[in-house]
């Protein structure tokens, strides 16, 4: 057997941990630039309110204090999920990370034979140390497991083990809420008169292939109770690539608040270089001028001399190929990075005969330094040292996200503590 846990409504939960007057209100997170919900409390979702449900929509309602609105703190949220996972470590025999608020875990030998059981503790155990209410689900796969903690969120007690017979709950169940059923399958599955997750179980194989991929055959089998077969991802593994883009709070207008933007999302993206212990060969650099719906798109290959990680290596290659982006009057809505050609750092590779440059004693300079930074934003805070090319975070310039209704970083930031009274 195999649980999920899932963290119910976690960006608001986090917020309710930092700020536990929001609990038993209507509270809802927005996505970048405060734009939509993308996190919604119970006493949210029982007004009716979709998820995505634009902001000005809600605006008076906020005014009136029916509802409640926070920014999204990202660097709260992934700091509460590395806690998660910890105990989730600790107190299991294997983890894999899907998402930031989920884990499947492997229960260890020592577990009783009563999983739901083992599963009340290891909730109990997180809700204690973090204060994030879990759902925990166990089923014989990762697909049925998703369907258990599904069922679990909505039990008082938060846990559920599937029955070894699960027809009645996969005939109640529609196809499309089963995990690896997109839009497109689903739609298929419709057309064909396949209305629920029992129906879509019992098709005929050849017909499941007619109509879907492998992977969608693979789905059908764990429905059927198979073990691990359409699942079994490395979640831990390495990135194929690396991206960091973002929309502006504000149109940037001068070339170099466009350099500084793209310098901000490299340097983000090499972070995430030097923590898989990774180095790109190069990266594709691009931004978009107008609107959502009128727009154009600018972008540039970028090739470093060397596979480099080190912030500084990555942004001397980019500005030289980036300052030809800019166009004078235009007016940039977003930015971006995607960091391609990615190898192990230290891999063996084809040398070159004759050099031209020192990039191995860069490399190795590049190492330890960034090695230093890393340890300092990890231990003060993330922005504690950036390259100055990247922007200062105390000048918050208007190219930065919006979020006008930002929680503390209370586990992250010595300055954000929050103070007992």
């Known amino acids: 057997m195999i649980g999920l846990v899932d963290g119910n409504n976690f960006f608001v939960s986090c917020e309710r941990v930092v700020d536990p007057s929001l609990e038993g209100k209507a509270v809802a997170v927005l996505s970048n630039n405060d734009g939509c919900c993308v996190s919604r409390s119970n006493e949210f979702k029982a007004l009716g ?4 449900t634009p902001y000005f929509q809600l605006k008076e309602r906020e005014a009136s204090g029916e509802l409640v609105f926070r920014s999204s703190n990202y660097e709260l949220y992934g700091d509460i999920s590395r806690r998660i996972v910890s105990i989730l470590r600790q107190e299991s025999a294997g983890v894999e990370q899907y998402s930031i608020d989920e884990a499947f875990v492997h229960p260890p030998p020592s577990a009783p034979a009563d ?3 083992w599963g009340a503790a290891l909730r109990a155990t997180i809700l204690r140390w973090t204060g994030i209410p879990c759902g925990v689900g166990f089923a014989p796969n990762k697909t049925l497991a998703k369907i258990a903690n599904h069922i679990a969120k909505k039990k008082e007690g938060g846990v559920y083990v599937l029955p070894s017979d699960p027809s009645a709950i996969l005939e109640a169940l529609p196809a499309g809420e089963v995990w690896g059923v997109g839009r497109r399958l689903a739609a298929k599955l419709r057309s064909r008169g396949i ?5 879509f179980m019992r098709m005929e194989d050849s017909e499941i292939r007619a109509i879907g991929s492998v992977a969608a055959l693979r789905t059908a089998m764990e429905l059927r109770g198979a073990g691990e077969t359409v699942s079994d991802r490395a979640y831990d593994a390495d990135p194929e690539s690396v991206t960091c883009s973002r929309t502006f709070g504000e149109y940037v207008t001068s070339a170099q608040d466009l350099f500084e933007a793209l310098a901000y999302f490299a340097s983000q993206a090499a972070a995430k270089l030097r923590r898989h212990r990774l180095v790109a060969a190069g990266c594709n650099a ?11 798109w600018t972008d540039r290959t970028v090739l ?4 480099a990680n080190a912030t500084d290596e990555i942004l001397s290659a980019l500005r030289k190929e980036t300052a030809s982006m800019f166009k004078p009057g235009a007016r940039y809505r977003k930015a971006g990075v995607v960091m ?16 031209q440059d020192a990039a191995p004693r860069r490399n190795r300079r590049g190492e330890a330094l960034y090695g230093a930074v890393d340890a ?8 504690t040292v950036v390259n100055a090319a990247a922007g200062l975070p105390a000048a918050a310039p208007a190219w930065r996200m919006k979020r006008g209704r930002l929680s ?5 930031r010595w300055d954000e503590l929050l103070v007992a009274k």
């Open 304 to 307: 470093f001399p060397s596979p």
């Open 115 to 117: 999983l739901a059981a």
């Open 49 to 52: 309110i979709p998820m995505g």
């Open 408 to 412: 503390p970083r209370a586990t992250t």
């Open 286 to 296: 691009y931004a978009q001028i107008g609107t959502a719906c009128d727009h154009v």
């Open 376 to 383: 300092l934003n990890a231990r003060y805070g993330g922005g």
């Open 340 to 355: 391609f050609g990615l190898e192990k750092a230290g891999a063996l590779r084809q040398g070159v005969l004759f050099p």
């Open 195 to 199: 209305f629920t997750a029992g129906a």
